[in-house]
């Protein structure tokens, strides 16, 4: 596996994840018992938007580089920029230093919720590790994130969420996600999952979506941002999350974020915003 995510770190589709994954932390929060957090493919934890590898695209331009001294009308998109570093002041100086989910997922969660994070690639869990405070309840693994899901599910708290986000960089990567999915259901029924995959042209986000409606399981929420039209050839269109047991009134409420994230993201107004059951309850 050769993915680095500093290629894409900070871009559009970042933004979309990150704003969501928040969302979904400051609302688990509310009642105070203690969270487990599992993230699947974690990446290296914080990136440098001046690296070759964040510089080679400058994906970044299009993503938290247009929320910079934007004053957010939602507040769950305020507390993103506040959780990477963005200011609501026309200032020309951007974030350098962009957290990936590790970094905003830690800083998120309360001293007494434990998380694991796993990461495939030997250099970038070595980073990982470095990256996060050492911290009672944190967990940092080099191994197989699939297979994490049957290691640390279902969790001693009971309570919690699962971000399952790969690289897509195999053909069977969709299906890799709809077995995930599957799998930590069956393991873990009343556990808040969250599984990103990229809009592209072709229909693997389609397939992915009618296979996990045909699985029996309900409350599986879709978000999808996208910023250029489905067809365009360009090689990623929109970005996109199932979740599964979204805490109450999640769905009304990202209808608004994910609309103002289409605003900010997509100045031109072109791909949509879209926010509905893909099962009910």
């Known amino acids: 596996m050769n993915y680095r995510h500093a290629f894409h770190a900070g871009n559009f589709a970042d933004v979309h994840?990150?704003?969501?994954?928040?969302?979904?932390?400051?609302?688990?929060?509310?009642?105070?018992?203690?969270l487990f957090f599992l993230d699947t493919h974690a990446g290296r934890g914080r990136y440098d938007l001046q690296s070759s590898d964040s510089t080679r695209g400058n994906e970044a331009r299009d993503g938290?580089?247009?929320?910079q001294g934007v004053n957010a009308v939602a507040a769950d998109i305020r507390n993103y920029m506040l959780a990477v570093g963005l200011s609501t002041e026309k200032t020309d100086?951007?974030?350098?230093?962009?957290?990936?989910?590790?970094?905003?997922?830690?800083?998120?969660?309360?001293?007494?919720?434990?998380a694991v994070f796993v990461e495939q690639q030997p250099a970038e869990a070595r980073v990982l590790e470095e990256s996060l405070a050492r911290r009672r309840g944190t967990t940092v693994v080099c191994g197989d994130g699939y297979a994490s899901l049957k290691t640390y599910l279902p969790p001693r708290e009971n309570r919690g969420l699962v971000l399952i986000d790969p690289p897509y960089e195999s053909d069977r990567e969709f299906a890799e996600v709809e077995r995930a999915m599957t799998l930590g259901l069956q393991r873990w029924p009343n556990g808040v999952f969250a599984a990103w995959y990229p809009l592209k042209v072709g229909r693997d986000a389609q397939r992915l979506q009618a296979a996990l409606q045909k699985s029996g399981f309900r409350k599986l929420l879709l978000l999808e941002l996208s910023v250029r039209p489905a067809d365009s050839p360009i090689a990623l269109n929109g970005s996109g999350l199932v979740i599964a047991n979204p805490p109450w009134q999640f769905d009304a409420e990202m209808r608004i974020v994910t609309a103002e994230l289409h605003r900010l993201l997509s100045p031109q107004g072109t791909g949509a915003a879209t926010v509905e059951w893909l099962v009910g309850e």
């Not at 938290?64 to 929320?67: G, Q, V, W």
């Not at 590790?102 to 969660?109: K, M």
Request: proline fraction near 11%.
């Open 64 to 67: 938290i580089a247009r929320l």
């Open 17 to 34: 994840k990150h704003v969501t994954l928040l969302a979904l932390i400051e609302r688990l929060k509310r009642k105070p018992t203690p």
């Open 93 to 114: 100086t951007p974030v350098r230093h962009y957290p990936g989910s590790p970094v905003l997922a830690l800083d998120a969660l309360r001293d007494g919720d434990r």
